[in-house]
């Protein structure tokens, strides 16, 4: 790996977290822990992966900047060409994130003071 492509995955993943400062305190906890674990488990993985990947994850942080200037609501539909080509992994950890996501008592207990 380049100094140059770690310094852009770098500083992809410091702007996501920043982008996080703008969502309520439960999505906030539960992204940043998300991108952290994500970032994680792939530091190390296949070549072949990692364009598609780093253009996922800056689409998100796309979508994010879009949210937090006002542009475009939160999220998007997952278009279906894309969901048919989810590795059976991949629908598992798609169906715990909604899961998660949607229930009425996020797993983190956090109250925000401001």
Known sequence: MSAKHVSFVRSLYKKILRLHENLPVDLKTFGDLYVKSEFRLHKNCSPEFVP???????????????????????????????????????????????????????????KDDS
Do not use: C, D, R
Request: without cysteine; aromatic residues 6%; glycine residues 6%.
């Open 52 to 110: 598609e990947n780093l253009s996922q994850w800056k689409e998100y942080a796309n979508n994010l900047e879009n949210h937090s200037a006002g542009i475009a609501g939160l999220g998007k539909t997952l278009p279906e060409k894309t969901s048919n080509e989810f590795l059976e992994v991949q629908i598992l950890q798609l169906h715990e994130l909604m899961q998660e996501t949607t229930k009425p008592n996020m797993q983190f207990n956090i």
